[in-house]
């Protein structure tokens, strides 16, 4: 498994922006897909936006346009620029990397949008 680090969470008013960053400890980063996840309390994990090995976007209805995935293989780090933060997306962020039929989780990092 590969290891994963978040970071880049914190307290954001509404409106604001948050960039999440997630390093991967792999030599082959290049060949995962990889995506964010969310955890708000009392409700499911839920997918947030993906970007596959060759840099195919998809993004859950409720982050289109304001949201942006990216990835940089050259640092083996995947990125969540957020904007236009609302109170709705305070939740947990998990990053995920998917090759085969083996994904990895990281720890999480906290995202709290509120004035």
């Known amino acids: 498994q590969v290891q994963l680090v978040e970071s880049g969470g914190g307290l954001v008013q509404p409106g604001g922006s948050l960039r999440l960053s997630c390093a991967a400890s792999?030599?082959?980063?290049?060949?995962?897909?990889m995506a964010w996840y969310r955890q708000a309390p009392g409700t499911q994990r839920e997918l947030v936006a993906t970007?596959?090995?060759?840099?195919?976007?998809n993004y859950a209805d409720p982050v289109k346009g304001r949201f942006a995935i990216s990835r940089d293989n050259a640092k083996n780090t995947v990125y969540l620029q957020m904007n236009s933060l609302k109170p709705e997306d305070t939740a947990v962020y998990y990053c995920n990397a998917r090759i085969a039929a083996r994904e990895s989780w990281g720890q999480g990092t906290q995202v709290t949008v509120s004035s």
């Open positions: 970007i596959s090995r060759d840099g195919n976007r």
């Open positions: 792999t030599s082959i980063f290049r060949l995962y897909d």
